[in-house]
C-alpha cells in the first residue's frame, strides 16, 4: 500500500459532534439517536476510506446492543421512577424481575462497550491518537461497574474521551503501512 493524505474533517467534525450527542443513550432521546446516527454515518466513511471494515461492523454491533440495554434500563427506571425507595416498599414478588433485568441490561451494555472498544482500538491504529485507546478502557470498564452504578459516569467519561479524539484528529490524515501501528493491551 502505498502512502498517501485523506482528507477526513467532515468525518471528524460528524463523529465528534456524534459521540457528544449520544452521551445521553440512557435516555433513547431523539438527540441521543441523532448522535448514534452521525456517529454511524462517519465511521462508515471511515472504515471505507482506510478500507477497515471492522471499524463499521463494530459500532454497528455496539450501537445495536446500546439500544437494546437502553430498552431494558428505561424499563428498570419505568418500573421504579423514584428510585430505591419505591424499589425496598415493592412487594417482593416484583423485585426479582427487576433486578433481573437490570443485570441484562449491564450484561448488554458490557458487550456493546466490548464492540466500541474494539472499533476504537482499530482508529487508534489507523489515527495514532491516543485518546482513543483512553476512552475503550474507560468504556468498557465503565460497562463492567455499572452494576455498582459508578461505573455509568465512568461510561460517560469514556464517551467524553472519544469526542475528544476525535475533534484532535487533523483534517488530512497520512495512511498507509508505515501508519498503522499495532495497540497491545497490558
Do not use: N
Amino acid at each position: 500500500m502505498e502512502m498517501g493524505e485523506m482528507d477526513i474533517k467532515t468525518e471528524k467534525l460528524m463523529a465528534g459532534v456524534g459521540a457528544l450527542f449520544s452521551l445521553t443513550w440512557l435516555t433513547l432521546s431523539p438527540i441521543a439517536i441523532a448522535g448514534w446516527v452521525l456517529l454511524l454515518i462517519a465511521l462508515k466513511r471511515f472504515s471505507l476510506k482506510f478500507a477497515r471494515t471492522e471499524i463499521y461492523q463494530d459500532i454497528r454491533e455496539a450501537m445495536i446492543l446500546a439500544i437494546a440495554s437502553g430498552f431494558v434500563f428505561l424499563f428498570v427506571w419505568w418500573r421504579f421512577p423514584i428510585g430505591f425507595i419505591r424499589f425496598y416498599s415493592e412487594e417482593s414478588s416484583l423485585i426479582i424481575p427487576t433486578m433481573i433485568s437490570f443485570l441484562l441490561g449491564c450484561l448488554l451494555l458490557i458487550a456493546s462497550s466490548h464492540f466500541l472498544r474494539r472499533c476504537l482500538l482499530s482508529l487508534k491504529e489507523i489515527t495514532g491518537e491516543d485518546f482513543f485507546l483512553k476512552a475503550g478502557e474507560l468504556v468498557f470498564l465503565g460497562s463492567l461497574m455499572s452494576i455498582i452504578l459508578v461505573g455509568f459516569l465512568i461510561y460517560s467519561i469514556g464517551q467524553i474521551y472519544q469526542a475528544i479524539a476525535f475533534f484532535l484528529l487533523p483534517d488530512r490524515l497520512e495512511y498507509g503501512k508505515e501508519k498503522r501501528e499495532e495497540v497491545v493491551l497490558e
